[in-house]
Nanobody
Framework: QVQLVESGGGLVQPGGSLRLSCAAS????????MGWYRQAPGKQRELVAT???????NYADSVKGRFTISRDNAKNTVYLQMSSLKPEDTAVYYC?????????????WGQGTQVTVSS
């Protein structure tokens, strides 16, 4: 199992920046995919960015060029650096870890952290 704890959310003005952190309870080096998702009120949860164990990254079109996912294996932590924030980035941001255990895929979620972009 993997426990995930997000932090770093808050209120920021349009054009501002925030960095989210996701601390995992075990080595992230062995986790197949780690990523960030978000869910705005009245909308479905959507992918923001993912990081595979092979160092491949994937971003939603809406955040390309503005958000950067990174990780620190020594700290078992994944980050999401968000810049040039827009009001439409307002959402609860969730960290996700996907692993293959006993030949079965397992998905774990953090509790979420609120990001509000408003003047």
């Amino acid at each position: 199992q993997v426990q995930l704890v997000e932090s770093g959310g808050g209120l920021v003005q349009p054009g501002g920046s925030l960095r989210l952190s996701c601390a995992a309870s075990r080595s992230i080096f062995s986790i197949n995919v780690m990523g960030w998702y978000r869910q705005a009120p009245g909308k479905q949860r959507e992918l923001v960015a993912t990081f595979t164990s092979g160092d491949s990254t994937n971003y939603a079109d809406s955040v390309k060029g503005r958000f950067t996912i990174s990780r620190d294996n020594a700290k078992n932590t994944v980050y999401l650096q968000m810049s040039s924030l827009k009001p439409e980035d307002t959402a609860v941001y969730y960290c996700n870890a996907f692993t293959v255990e006993n030949h079965q895929g397992q998905s774990y979620w953090g509790q979420g952290t609120q990001v509000t972009v408003s003047s």
